[in-house]
């Protein structure tokens, strides 16, 4: 599963707790706040950690440095200073819900989702929360409360990107595809700058044949980030939809390399195989998606396999 891009920059800005009445904020903070708004996170970390060696209960600061570590990928960093901000702030609900996204990005989700259900209990109309705690739910498979989550996020900020993209995550899930390629398509006009929604629009397109529109989703997030493996095998799947045999090769194979232990792989591939008369290719394909398959223990997968290999005699 495709773990859902956060700007945490925009977090930090929009879902930070407030001041209270008489508090001031260190220069060195405000100015690494703008450093992460711009993406700058080392930057931001290295005027932070002298500012934190002075300042070891600003929970603020603490957030922020945790927010940086959080667009470098440093889940465990980040979750460190989240639970120092708690520590110096019991009542940030902003907090709980950055360690929750962190842990989730771990895939703890038992972790994930008590961060986020603290969260939700200390400020109920948190939309970060809520649309975070909606992507644990859908490890879970709970895809009606994950539903139910995301429609309170999107009502509390209907023109945020991030909530709308989480929502057309749910609908994937749950197979409201039209549904899910309307919300991406939103959360994409307000703001263009994170491929997640052409990836799961991209996703609904398949499921809907719409082969084009795919193509050009997943060659937009190829754009942005081609090491992005999963974006090569959907692609494929778009490109074999429509008899386009040869990019799809092309693609399934880079996926391949990227993920050589993927049973759907190969089984994408020995029918891409298959289609282009390469029967001996889509054979042994066809046998090595079976041996993965019951190596993960996949029945179902495996059944599919066995039934495409049969259809080869």
Not at 276 to 287: C, I, P, Y
Request: hydrophobic share 40%.
């Amino acid at each position: 599963m495709r773990r859902l891009a956060v700007l945490a920059a925009f977090l930090a800005l929009t879902c930070a707790p407030a001041l209270a009445d008489g508090d001031t904020v260190g220069l060195p903070v405000i100015q690494a706040e703008k450093l992460i708004s711009q993406g700058q996170n080392k930057e931001a970390i290295a005027l932070l950690d002298p500012y934190i060696a002075q300042h070891a209960y600003d929970a603020r600061a603490l957030n922020d440095r945790g927010d940086a570590y959080e667009g470098l990928g440093d889940q465990r960093s980040a979750i460190s200073d989240y639970t120092a901000a708690i520590a110096a702030d019991p009542q940030s609900a902003y907090a709980y819900a950055s360690r929750c996204q962190s842990h989730w990005e771990l895939n703890e989700d038992r972790l994930a989702l008590g961060d986020c259900n603290a969260a939700i209990a200390l400020k109920p109309n948190l939309a970060y929360a809520l649309r975070q705690r909606a992507l644990v739910e859908l490890d879970f498979r709970e895809v009606l409360d994950a539903l139910k989550d995301a429609d309170q996020a999107v009502t509390l900020a209907p023109n945020e990107p991030f909530s709308l993209t989480t929502r057309c995550h749910v609908y994937l899930a749950g197979r409201r595809y039209d549904d899910a390629i309307k919300d991406c398509t939103a959360a994409i006009a307000i703001d263009d700058r994170n491929d997640t929604p052409h990836f799961y629009r991209g996703r609904a397109e398949v499921e809907t044949k719409q082969w084009s529109a795919a193509v050009a989703d997943f060659s937009h997030v190829l754009a942005r980030d081609p090491d992005e493996a999963g974006a090569y095998y959907w692609r494929a799947m778009a490109h074999a939809g429509s008899g386009e045999y040869a990019p799809g090769l092309k693609d399934v194979d880079r996926y391949l390399r990227a993920r050589p232990d993927d049973a759907d792989g190969y089984l994408l591939r020995a029918r891409i195989y298959a289609n282009l008369g390469n029967r001996k290719e889509a054979q042994s394909d066809a046998t090595d998606a079976l041996r993965h398959y019951r190596i993960d223990n996949d029945q179902a997968g495996a059944a599919e396999a066995q039934a495409f290999l049969d259809g080869l005699h």
